[in-house]
């Protein structure tokens, strides 16, 4: 027996959707991308979204549609997955990192206040485990210093900021829908804003950076004719993908769902031991528990995690603090500190948690990890 980290949940109708796709005159560039761009938009409240090939090429789209390039800084937390901070190396910018709040895992806002320059573009917060940030500080400092917002909500579909749906608060909201996000087209991303001028360019950089749109080329020559005015991507998705992911939709709250029952019991099972540190839900927040993440206070964490692997269960870390990869080192990061992300770090292991998780294994995950802790 093995129990992952994260895995999807595909059931018949996500079969057959995906299969009439295949039967159709469009695999892709179809009805079901614009369908499932408004299925996605409807229910976070955006006007606009634009479906890309994955959570990263939204990442990168978002960059670029903001102007990000040579000589911009853009800020984001340590402690997340390397594309928050790849996308701005993409557009020729440099990724500036912010530490953790200690109690939420998030980007702290006075630390992004902290690494504010003259050279500041913009603020990538990401929803960390699907826990919202503090938007309405991210928010007032965005404006007090003029820098876009462009969330990573790879892991926070469905997750709420004070009643609001993550997707209708900043300029841009880039999602993932790689099979262990909330919900799953193989391979997918996209890119939601309620600013019009965004969305066309984002749109743009989607294709080539190519139109056919009139009002937007210098001149027009006819039926064949098209313009390409931006240097773009192909970072179309499929309709094969977009069919997958219309049916997915129809069960996000479901998952969520789940997902909440699975976090309250963890909660309850790990509540009072002195060595684990649960995480905590943040008053006015609904998270998406994309992730649930234990830290192991006063004891080994390898040696925990080891046990665990051994014993069948496939915890996980995240994150390695990004400026901590070779990469980064090599590229001027070697002097950068965050302390609350490495000790945060150094504690952190990943529980199983989907909305496939049988009771049964919840109930194996929480003896092993209580076993664990001997
Ligand atoms: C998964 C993920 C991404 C990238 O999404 P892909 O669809 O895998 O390209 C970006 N940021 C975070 C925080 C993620 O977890």
């Known amino acids: 027996m093995y129990i992952p980290y994260g895995k999807q949940l595909i059931d018949e109708e996500d079969i057959q959707a995906v299969v009439d796709v295949l039967r159709s005159d469009y695999l892709t560039t179809g009805p079901?991308?614009?369908?499932?761009?408004?299925?996605?938009?409807?229910?976070?409240?955006?006007?606009?979204?634009?479906?890309?090939?994955?959570?990263?090429?939204?990442?990168?789209?978002?960059?670029?549609?903001?102007?990000?390039?040579?000589?911009?800084?853009?800020?984001?937390?340590?402690?997340t997955f390397a594309a928050s901070a790849n996308c701005v190396f993409y557009c020729g910018g440099t990724p500036i990192f912010a530490d953790i709040d200690a109690e939420s895992y998030n980007i702290a806002p006075e630390e992004i206040e902290k690494k504010i320059t003259k050279i500041t573009k913009a603020i990538i917060p990401v929803h960390y485990t699907g826990q919202p940030c503090d938007m309405d500080l991210i928010t007032k400092i965005a404006k007090r210093y003029g820098l876009f917002v462009i969330e990573d909500a790879a892991h926070a579909l469905g997750a709420s900021y004070k009643r609001k749906k993550?997707?209708?608060?900043?300029?841009?909201?880039?999602?993932?829908?790689?099979?262990?996000?909330?919900?799953?087209?193989?391979?997918?991303?996209?890119?939601?804003?309620?600013?019009?001028?965004?969305?066309?360019?984002?749109?743009l950089f989607r294709s080539h950076g190519i139109t056919r749109d009139g009002e937007l080329m210098t001149e027009n020559q006819g039926g064949?004719?098209?313009?390409?005015?931006?240097?773009?991507?192909?970072?179309?998705?499929?309709?094969?993908?977009?069919?997958?992911?219309?049916?997915?939709?129809?069960?996000?709250?479901?998952?969520?769902?789940?997902r909440c029952e699975i976090a309250a019991?963890?909660?309850?099972?790990?509540?009072?031991?002195?060595?684990?540190?649960?995480?905590?839900?943040?008053?006015?927040?609904?998270?998406?528990?994309?992730?649930?993440?234990?830290?192991?206070?006063?004891?080994?964490?390898?040696?925990?995690?080891?046990?665990?692997?051994?014993?069948?269960?496939?915890?996980?870390?995240?994150?390695?603090?990004?400026?901590?990869?070779?990469?980064?080192?090599k590229h001027g990061y070697d002097g950068c500190f965050c302390p609350n992300a490495e000790e945060f770090y150094d504690r952190a292991i990943s529980l199983p948690i989907h909305p496939n998780l049988t009771v049964e294994q919840q109930d194996y995950v929480i003896a092993q990890v209580l076993d664990s802790m001997k």
């Open 32 to 79: 079901k991308v614009a369908e499932f761009e408004q299925k996605v938009a409807d229910y976070v409240g955006a006007k606009y979204a634009v479906a890309v090939s994955n959570g990263t090429a939204a990442l990168h789209i978002a960059c670029l549609a903001a102007g990000i390039g040579q000589g911009d800084e853009v800020i984001t937390s340590p402690i």
């Open 166 to 203: 993550i997707g209708s608060i900043s300029d841009m909201t880039c999602f993932s829908f790689h099979p262990v996000k909330p919900i799953t087209t193989g391979e997918g991303g996209m890119v939601v804003t309620n600013n019009e001028e965004l969305y066309k360019r984002l749109v």
């Open 224 to 258: 064949w004719y098209y313009q390409q005015l931006e240097l773009g991507y192909n970072y179309r998705i499929t309709d094969i993908s977009c069919a997958l992911g219309c049916s997915q939709m129809n069960k996000l709250d479901i998952f969520l769902e789940k």
């Open 265 to 329: 019991r963890y909660d309850d099972a790990f509540r009072e031991i002195n060595n684990i540190k649960i995480p905590k839900q943040l008053e006015g927040s609904q998270s998406g528990w994309h992730l649930y993440v234990i830290q192991v206070i006063g004891k080994k964490r390898k040696e925990r995690f080891d046990k665990l692997r051994a014993m069948g269960i496939g915890v996980n870390v995240h994150y390695i603090p990004v400026y901590k990869h070779p990469y980064y080192q």
